[in-house]
């Protein structure tokens, strides 16, 4: 978990370096290999009319070091419930129908997390996540770039880097999360908040 600082405006702000590459339409794409009857079959098949989304969010995993690996899964019929909690990166809780509660994650815990989802229609460049975490005057903001994908019949997965929970007296307590996709031409995705809570590890 980053250094607490940070605003909120800093969710949508891109100033990382990232070029984003030329973008292509799926009609381009399509029309690329137009002599390829197969291949362009192949690409059309790609679309999902009945689903309007582009980024489709599969589910996502923690996994703790040496500890369990805790598991959100999203489907069509929960997308609308997506104001509930969700997980990500550095901080924890659940998305339940009926009873949700935040997630106790142990201060000084190594682990990482594993995202599962859909890009539908037509390219996402330079796709991006964001989270701002508050507790009380504490504020962070954490932004990473997934990185630009095509549609695709198959899920894509993204891994991140080892993590670690902060530790000591001063980062223990429950956190309120915001947390967004966004891309290249600032479309937003998918938002959402949830809640986490640090705990003392057990000696």
Same mark, same amino acid.
């Given at each position: 978990? /980053?250094?607490?600082? #940070?605003?909120?405006?800093?969710?949508?702000?891109?100033?990382? #370096? %990232?070029?984003?590459?030329?973008?292509?339409? *799926?009609? +381009?794409? !399509?029309?690329?290999?137009? +002599?390829?009857?197969?291949?362009?079959?192949?690409?059309?098949?790609?679309?999902? @009319?009945?689903?309007?989304?582009?980024?489709?969010?599969?589910?996502?995993?923690?996994? *703790?070091?040496? #500890?369990?690996?805790?598991?959100?899964?999203?489907?069509?019929?929960?997308?609308?419930?997506?104001?509930?909690?969700? /997980?990500?990166?550095?901080?924890?809780?659940?998305? =339940?129908?009926?009873?949700? $509660?935040?997630?106790?994650? @142990?201060? &000084?815990? $190594? %682990?990482?997390?594993?995202?599962?989802? %859909? !890009?539908?229609?037509?390219?996402? /460049?330079?796709?991006? %996540?964001?989270?701002?975490?508050?507790?009380? !005057?504490?504020?962070?903001?954490?932004?990473?770039?997934? #990185?630009?994908?095509? @549609?695709?019949?198959?899920?894509?997965?993204?891994?991140?880097?080892?993590?670690?929970? $902060?530790? &000591?007296?001063?980062?223990? =307590?429950?956190?309120? !999360?915001?947390?967004?996709?966004?891309?290249?031409?600032?479309?937003?995705?998918?938002?959402?908040?949830? +809640?986490?809570?640090?705990?003392?590890?057990?000696?």
């Amino acid at each position: 978990m /980053a250094a607490p600082d #940070g605003d909120e405006s800093e969710l949508l702000k891109v100033e990382d #370096g %990232y070029k984003a590459p030329e973008k292509k339409t *799926i009609n +381009e794409i !399509v029309n690329m290999d137009a +002599e390829d009857e197969s291949l362009r079959r192949y690409k059309e098949n790609l679309l999902v @009319p009945d689903d309007p989304r582009i980024f489709i969010l599969k589910s996502i995993r923690i996994c *703790i070091k040496n #500890g369990p690996t805790h598991e959100i899964n999203i489907d069509r019929k929960l997308f609308s419930l997506l104001h509930s909690y969700i /997980a990500f990166p550095q901080i924890i809780c659940v998305l =339940g129908l009926d009873n949700i $509660q935040a997630i106790e994650m @142990p201060e &000084g815990a $190594q %682990y990482h997390v594993e995202i599962d989802f %859909y !890009v539908n229609h037509e390219i996402v /460049a330079g796709l991006r %996540y964001a989270q701002k975490t508050s507790k009380s !005057v504490f504020k962070a903001v954490d932004k990473v770039v997934l #990185g630009s994908y095509g @549609p695709r019949a198959d899920f894509y997965s993204w891994r991140s880097g080892d993590e670690e929970v $902060q530790s &000591g007296i001063m980062f223990r =307590g429950s956190y309120k !999360v915001t947390s967004v996709f966004t891309d290249d031409d600032k479309h937003e995705h998918l938002k959402f908040t949830w +809640e986490i809570k640090i705990v003392k590890a057990d000696k």
